[in-house]
């Protein structure tokens, strides 16, 4: 256990319950850790399960730039049905015999939602739409649209094809799957556009997400575990496995503390945000390049 006065500093690799929002996830590393300096870097609804990353004290700076990684998902698309909010949470809103659906329009499909695609998010999602959270327009009954942003799909495949039948007896067809995607990519997104586009409509029955950057499943812990011992990864640590990592001389640190900004080395331009390191190996600063010097992002020096 952690001591009763200190406060650990660094990132939790969650391995989120279903039922949770991230949201109660944070209210609970929060009496975990004795701090209200805890955040989460991307959401993951409620039904999901697998990998939330949070930041505790000083690494809640390191948030937003780690929300905008690669994550990667196991889940289990039905064709066959669709439902208010494109997975099982929802009521279903229709039903069609998939079962004729083959194997080849599957894999047609998943090609078309592959690579860099414009997807629209579901209409019962967090995302804003003039000011209003979209999942409360939805509940409110209001017609409106969610314009279509650009997502990437780095990998979409079908690891199994289960013949089922649903509860009101319609023949439907599971597919278990795994998506690798840019951040904002909704994967009840892909499993409604799928079913559209084979004509038998498709919803979400189970996802779980493997991984979130560098930061994968076998780092995870339950909140269970968590209470236990509270297993914190170091800021500086974070850093350097999820940043390019730039080590800077005594000298340099010092400007750096100072607010000077350092010229930025050939190798980082263009590369984002870069952890800078002094020769002690403590985290300085998230940095990015702008007209060739070292902007901070954050500072932890």
Known sequence: MTDKHTTPDGLVIVDKPSGFTSHDVVAKMRGIARTRRVGHAGTLDPMATGVLVLGVERATKLLGHLALTEKEYLGTIRLGQTTLTDDAEGEITGSRDASK???????????????????????VSAIKIKGVRSYKRAREGEDFEIPARPVTVSSFAVYDV????????????????????????????????????????????ALRRTRVGPYKLDGARTLEQLQ??????????????AFPRWDVDAKRAR???????????????????????????RLLALVEEHKGKAKSLAVFG
Request: with cysteine.
């Open 255 to 281: 400007l750096l503390t100072n607010g000077v900004r350092l010229e930025m080395p050939g190798e980082y331009i263009g590369a984002g945000a870069v952890a800078v390191f002094d020769p002690e190996g």
């Open 101 to 123: 659906v083959t194997r080849e329009a599957i894999d047609a499909g998943i090609a078309e939602l592959s690579g860099d695609i414009m997807q629209v998010p579901s209409k």
């Open 162 to 205: 289960r013949d089922a039948v649903a509860d009101d007896g319609t023949p439907v067809l599971d597919l278990v799957v795994s998506v690798t995607c840019s951040s904002g990519t909704y994967i009840r997104a892909l499993a409604r556009d799928l079913g559209a586009g084979l004509g038998v409509g498709g919803h979400l029955t």
């Open 228 to 241: 236990q011992e509270l297993t914190v990864m170091p800021v500086a640590d974070a850093a350097g496995a």
